[in-house]
């Protein structure tokens, strides 16, 4: 009888072992797919966002070409240009509210910092601040610099771990560019 009852003790114990152990793996694989899931939809709303903030910085600078503070081949005249910069604006906002749903503390607050340095290029060619062709690109490096940190923050948030090398390290930019030759 007790040789009975070690064996039905044994079978208990490891029916209850293997019942837990699938349970916990099963656990462990929702919350990968569910992980897996969200930053999906994470990389779409940076990726949505940063081609907002792409194509605002872009018009504002074909319009600061206009006004002769940027040495951009392509100037937009202003009437046009400031009609499609506040589209683009609607369309950078949307994209920033879906950036402040899905994106985490240090993501959101790259972004803001972004935004506020994009919005610093509009003044510029709404005649909002006064500048010269100097303070034009002072403002867009500093822009340029938020955008990175932006792209640094949301690939930490996605845990891509590649390296990313921000504009003021790269020995690229200390070359001449070949637009200008």
Same mark, same amino acid.
């Given at each position: 009888?007790?040789?009975?009852?070690?064996?039905?003790?044994?079978?208990?114990?490891?029916?209850?072992?293997?019942?837990?152990?699938?349970? &916990? +793996?099963?656990?462990?694989?929702?919350?990968?797919?569910?992980?897996?899931?969200?930053?999906?939809?994470?990389?779409?709303?940076? &990726?949505?966002?940063?081609?907002?903030?792409?194509?605002?910085?872009?018009?504002?600078?074909?319009?600061?070409?206009?006004?002769?503070?940027?040495? &951009?081949?392509?100037?937009?005249?202003?009437?046009?240009?400031?009609?499609?910069?506040?589209?683009?604006?609607?369309?950078?906002?949307?994209?920033?509210?879906?950036?402040?749903?899905?994106?985490?503390?240090?993501?959101?607050?790259?972004?803001?910092?972004?935004?506020?340095?994009?919005?610093?290029?509009?003044?510029?060619?709404?005649? +909002?601040?006064?500048?010269?062709?100097?303070?034009?690109?002072?403002?867009?490096?500093?822009?340029?610099?938020?955008?990175?940190?932006?792209?640094?923050?949301?690939?930490?948030?996605?845990?891509?771990?590649?390296?990313?090398?921000?504009?003021?390290?790269?020995?690229?930019?200390?070359?001449?560019?070949?637009?200008?030759?």
């Amino acid at each position: 009888m007790s040789a009975q009852l070690f064996t039905l003790i044994g079978v208990l114990v490891g029916a209850a072992a293997s019942y837990v152990g699938g349970a &916990l +793996m099963e656990r462990a694989r929702w919350r990968r797919q569910l992980t897996t899931r969200w930053d999906e939809h994470r990389l779409d709303c940076y &990726l949505r966002y940063a081609d907002a903030v792409k194509r605002f910085t872009s018009l504002a600078g074909r319009l600061a070409a206009g006004k002769g503070l940027f040495p &951009l081949p392509q100037p937009l005249a202003e009437e046009a240009g400031l009609e499609l910069m506040a589209e683009v604006e609607l369309e950078r906002g949307y994209a920033f509210e879906a950036v402040l749903l899905m994106g985490d503390a240090e993501t959101i607050s790259a972004a803001r910092a972004l935004q506020r340095h994009a919005w610093v290029l509009e003044q510029f060619v709404r005649d +909002m601040r006064p500048g010269t062709p100097d303070d034009w690109m002072k403002a867009f490096r500093e822009f340029q610099e938020k955008r990175d940190e932006f792209y640094v923050a949301a690939r930490d948030s996605l845990g891509v771990h590649a390296k990313f090398r921000l504009r003021s390290d790269d020995p690229a930019l200390l070359a001449t560019d070949p637009r200008h030759m």
